[in-house]
């Protein structure tokens, strides 16, 4: 363990047995629950605020690093100065409320000190600290709601998973204008999307690197142990433990500034929506993933290259959940009444009629059609993915976790594909089904012969 990058703690960690002993009993009760709550004790020097004239404090790392602790103390620092009001800004609303304010072991709320707990008001979407400094809750999946009110501070968790992350950032950054010092810090674990390059390019940001391992000490050893076994030394891990930002695996069949190209912020008037479904069959915490995808089609598009009305599509919503069958399909009705979809598609080879009959169990008229998969996930997926060649697929916002697997999955390494075999069936569904609609597929085999 290297000292230089250890907490005051770690170190007190280290000394013989004895003289931790004599140091906790040289603390009256008021030193020792100050020292309870006292992050630059526990803190890595890495976790502190940093010093300096800096507008974003960029903290990106693997998971277990400690990143939402550090976003939390911050926030309580900077509330304890002062400084209000504080925007909170998470994925979504449900993210801010569970990681950032009240469930997680280091939410404000848990780690705040007795005497400096905010008190929280969900309804009002706000925590308020006993010296008045506000902390208000906003959403990366409504950018708007940021669009005219002004903060002194504010705190970014996982920037990178939000739906629509530069008009979030920018919404943001237009009100961060009150105060001397307007800062924002951004806990992200990081992608290759254009807002996380320009932070890290941008001369007023100090960048935080972590690793995984950095936060060993205080990490579940199990956890820790099926992490390293599971992903050290592979792409993923290199994103998800050591913080690093990818490029495209160049064997996948997506690649992303073709998806980047073709994003949209919302979508036109749809012919058809339908949710596609890839389903695990089994509910353990090793077992894969349920895929949910829904999209549509939009028939009347006027391609500009070539004058012709062919089918565009839309990525409207990755609602992949790991769960029991009931919590999928739960999820699986959700976002067809959510998105008015005209119809559930979902793969049969695992759980065959057992995949229909537990929707319907939530809903039983759902429309419903089931899909078998008679050839390799690569062949089904690579009609789909020269549909994006084409520009013919439009993201309406940002999926994090889908476009990950788009752009690092190759056909026969890694796990099933869970969100890519979703999104296959949909689109798959709205071309005319495996047998295809041979208008819809014209455009593909051009593609294919130039």
């Known amino acids: 363990m290297e000292q230089e990058n250890c907490s005051q703690a770690e170190l007190l960690a280290c000394l013989p047995e004895s003289e931790q002993i004599d140091f906790l009993k040289s603390l009256t009760d008021k030193q020792a629950l100050a020292l309870k709550y006292d992050w630059k004790f526990w803190a890595r020097p890495s976790q502190v605020i940093p010093e300096g004239n800096w507008f974003t404090w960029l903290l990106r790392s693997g998971r277990g690093f400690g990143k939402t602790r550090t976003g939390s103390e911050t926030v309580i620092q900077w509330a304890s100065e002062g400084y209000s009001p504080i925007a909170l800004v998470g994925q979504t609303k449900a993210d801010v409320r569970d990681t950032m304010v ?115 000490s205080n990490l579940n050893p199990l956890f820790l142990d099926r992490m390293l076994t599971k992903y050290q030394g592979t792409r993923l891990g290199r994103q998800e433990l050591n913080g690093d930002i990818l490029d495209d695996n160049p064997n996948a069949l997506w690649k992303r500034p073709l998806i980047e190209e073709a994003r949209v912020a919302s979508a036109p008037d749809l012919d058809r929506v339908v949710v596609g479904v890839d389903p695990a069959v089994t509910s353990s915490t090793t077992s894969n993933d349920t895929g949910i995808i829904v999209a549509g089609v939009n028939k009347k598009f006027l391609d500009p290259k070539t004058g012709k009305k062919l089918p565009h599509y839309y990525i409207l919503g990755d609602y992949t959940i790991h769960g029991t069958p009931h919590q999928w399909a739960l999820a699986v009705v959700s976002a067809f009444h959510k998105h008015q979809a005209d119809k559930v598609v979902g793969e049969t080879n695992n759980g065959g009629d057992l995949v229909e009959s537990n929707i319907k169990s939530v809903e039983a008229n759902i429309p419903y059609t089931k899909v078998h998969a008679s050839r390799g996930k690569a062949p089904r997926a690579e009609p789909v993915s020269s549909l994006y060649e084409q520009g013919r697929v439009h993201h309406v916002g940002y999926y994090a976790e889908l476009e990950d697997q788009q752009c690092d999955w190759v056909q026969g390494e890694g796990e099933s594909p869970d969100r890519i075999d979703a999104l296959v069936w949909a689109i798959t569904e709205l071309m005319g089904g495996p047998q295809g609609d041979p208008s819809d597929y014209l455009g593909l085999y051009q593609t294919k012969r130039r």
């Open 102 to 216: 009240e469930l997680g072991d280091s939410s404000i709320l848990k780690v705040a000190p007795p005497w400096f707990r905010p008190v929280y008001e969900p309804s009002k979407r706000r925590l308020t600290f006993p010296n008045g400094s506000i902390c208000i809750i906003y959403s990366g999946d409504e950018p708007d709601q940021l669009r005219g009110p002004q903060h002194q501070k504010a705190w970014v968790d996982e920037l990178a998973k939000f739906k629509y992350p530069e008009e979030t950032w920018d919404n943001l950054e237009f009100g961060l204008r009150l105060g001397d010092n307007p800062q924002v810090i951004c806990t992200t674990t990081p992608r290759p999307i254009r807002i996380i390059k320009d932070l890290i390019a941008d001369k007023r940001t100090v960048e935080t690197r972590g690793n995984t391992l950095d936060n060993a």
